[in-house]
């Protein structure tokens, strides 16, 4: 068992701005039969006009005698890129003074991908957010952001300048504990896995409980549908074969233990 102590963070509650809102089966393809039983047993995830309600989760890893490690930034200030579509700005700089960190005391952050609501508290009034903190990314997710352009590029990620660490593949951060491409949400998506899946902080590989429901369901905005759903499929299954925690910053909790999941065992698909 890792000693590493692994602490949520909650950044902002809220539903997806109106710029992204679509009905929720349009937003998660092939999840049509879902929503009846979803409603009922899953009501924190849903707010008065039946909408989806976000949860942004960030987490700190505290490795003894080793890094503190931020997984993701949160939405960010105000302005921030996010504010476009998610309820701005994110509270983690106060939730982590509270737990008594200090910005300088962060001395990696890893970017599970570059959007807008994960990399978008890295940077406030044009400047890094950390600046003792070497800022992991994958290269294939750099390249995909640098192809397309945008505010993530110029307002927040190319401020980080040589904070930023581009990666190619699994990162060792410390004993039992690494950085593992997860891609198909986007192309350079990365997830944290904690020992042999005692563990996974998995970004947006799962969105939603509907995902848990049936791995098959996609994300209107996933990059490569197919792909997602593959990782997906096989992060879910990892973490059931090794009764694994799944760390997720927007399911209703920043912890599911995937083995009690309302939606696994024999409740697993087939079953709704
Ligand atoms: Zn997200």
């Not at 909650?10 to 701005?17: H, K, Q, R, S, V």
């Not at 503190?68 to 994110?90: H, N, Q, Y």
């Not at 294939?140 to 192809?147: K, R, Y």
């Not at 990620?157 to 891609?183: F, W």
Request: hydrophobic content about 40%; overall charge negative; proline content about 11%.
């Amino acid at each position: 068992m890792s000693n590493i102590e692994i602490v949520p963070l909650c950044d902002a509650i809220g539903p997806m701005g109106a710029s992204l809102r679509r009905p929720l089966p349009e937003t998660f393809p092939g999840s049509d039969a879902l929503w009846e039983r979803l409603r009922r047993e899953t009501p924190e995830v849903f707010g008065p006009d039946g909408e989806w309600i976000l949860r942004f989760h960030c987490f700190v890893l505290r490795v003894p005698t080793g890094p503190t490690i931020l997984v993701d930034t949160g939405l960010g200030p105000e302005d921030s890129p996010a504010a476009s579509w998610a309820p701005v700005p994110g509270v983690l700089p106060t939730a982590l003074a509270d737990m008594g960190l200090a910005p300088e005391d962060i001395d990696v952050v890893v970017l599970t991908h570059l959007h807008s609501d994960h990399v978008g508290g890295a940077v406030a009034k044009g400047e890094p957010v950390f600046p003792n903190a070497r800022h992991l990314v994958q290269r294939a997710e750099l390249d995909w952001l640098e192809s397309g352009g945008g505010p993530v590029l110029d307002d927040v990620v190319r401020p980080l300048g040589p904070l930023l660490d581009p990666v190619t593949g699994e990162t060792t951060l410390a004993p039992a504990l690494k950085a593992v491409p997860t891609p198909g949400h986007t192309p350079g998506h990365q997830s944290v896995v904690l020992g042999d899946m005692e563990l996974v902080v998995a970004g947006d590989v799962v969105l939603h409980p509907v995902q848990l429901a049936d791995p098959s369901v996609g994300y209107i905005y996933d990059d490569d549908a197919e792909k997602a759903a593959a990782t997906r499929t096989a992060l879910l299954a990892g973490l059931r074969e090794h009764d694994g925690v799944l760390a997720a910053p927007h399911l209703p909790a920043p912890f599911i233990r995937v083995l009690d999941a309302w939606t696994s065992g024999d409740k697993a698909r087939g079953d709704v």
